[in-house]
């Protein structure tokens, strides 16, 4: 038999510390459950080097702010550390490693469906992510090409591709990081859809988590807003990248036609020999657990408004991207995202407690 409960959350990750976060305080009964083995979620699997483009006190969740990092900007190791301490300190619910099979509905609420066991949730906030869903664009000849394809969800540092051709496929904050590591040790391309916007050296993420809030808020008003230059997929120009600024490496070229078996060509007939490539192209939801309910569109996202989705009203969604809150799938603009759906969550259980206790 399912076990009963007020809120499933699913996810152990920021996201899913900052939903069980409000909703401890709330004072509803929920538990996290998450795949990984240990804290620090998808900040787990990013590559070595890694900082963040915020200061530590621009890359907190709510109740505790980072320590403050030796350097101006925390490293990946110091992120995960932070988040496990975060979940210690609040003492969560997270059970792990569960990993939840599907979400379905049945009479008396949503049950999901693990490999260690089953719960029946009033409430279900769905708060898995991305990372587990890697993007790589189907160019023609991808199939026949014999070196090697990684995924920035792979990769971890350059140390196995000194002395090789690389080509780096993404033109966003992975792509020119990975773009300005890869560079110091092999010989590195980098195809981009468009020319990069490289913002000014001074701005970093505080200005663009304070413009992606001047937006939510002109959206939330019912006003428009026309954006100064610079938003959350912009590069912002951290040291690495100002040095392969420096050493004359940071520019990229327009997509390539077709894969062939050694590298890759242009419509012009220009060639490159490649031997590996880095896909820096982005990640999808990861949502399959929602298959059963049919919810999700064309492009495998559910509707919401704000965090709730329009077409299952016991559900919640944290954290994937813009699509439900401005800024969701970062460190401090999750916050926003989990307090409305802990508040709303509080709402809707009320609601249904009141139709229960006043039916005939």
Not at 130 to 156: C, K, V
Not at 258 to 277: E, L
Not at 283 to 302: S, T, V
Request: proline fraction near 6%.
């Amino acid at each position: 038999m399912p076990t009963d409960i007020d809120v499933v959350v699913i996810g152990g990750g920021q996201a899913g510390l900052a939903t069980s976060y409000f909703l401890r305080r709330a004072g509803l009964g929920h538990i996290v459950l998450d795949d990984q083995n240990a804290p620090g979620g998808a900040w787990r699997h990013t590559w070595d080097s890694l900082h963040l483009f915020s200061p530590a006190q621009w890359s907190s969740l709510p109740g505790w702010q980072m320590p403050v990092s030796q350097d101006t900007y925390p490293t990946r190791n110091e992120v995960i550390d932070y988040l496990a301490r975060y979940e210690d300190r609040y003492h969560f619910p997270v059970r792990r490693p569960i990993h939840v099979e599907s979400v379905s509905r049945i009479q008396n609420g949503l049950l999901v469906t693990t490999d260690r066991g089953e719960w029946l949730a009033k409430a279900v906030v769905s708060a898995t992510g991305t990372w587990s869903a890697p993007y790589i664009p189907d160019y023609p000849g991808r199939e026949i090409f014999r070196g090697r394809q990684i995924h920035s969800a792979q990769y971890r540092n350059p140390d196995n591709l000194r002395g090789q051709n690389v080509l780096v496929v993404g033109g966003g904050n992975s792509g020119a990081q990975i773009l300005a590591e890869v560079s110091t040790v092999c010989d590195a391309m980098w195809v981009t859809l468009q020319e990069p916007v490289f913002l000014p050296d001074d701005v970093d993420g505080r200005v663009l988590f304070e413009r992606a809030t001047a937006k939510w808020q002109a959206l939330r008003d019912g006003r428009t807003m026309t954006a100064p230059v610079g938003g959350l997929g912009d590069i912002v120009m951290v040291p690495p990248v100002r040095d392969a600024r420096a050493r004359g490496v940071l520019h990229s070229m327009r997509p390539f036609s077709h894969f062939d078996a050694d590298g890759v060509a242009w419509s012009d007939g220009t060639h490159a020999r490649v031997d590996v490539v880095i896909w820096c192209t982005g990640f999808r939801p990861a949502l399959k657990h929602l298959d059963p309910l049919q919810i999700c569109d064309a492009n495998g996202i559910p509707r919401t408004d704000g965090t709730h989705a329009r077409n299952e009203e016991r559900l919640w969604l944290v954290g994937y991207g813009e699509w439900c809150g401005a800024a969701s799938a970062t460190l401090i603009g999750v916050m926003r995202s989990a307090r409305e759906a802990a508040g709303n969550i509080a709402q809707y259980l009320r609601t249904i407690q009141s139709r229960s206790t006043s039916a005939p």
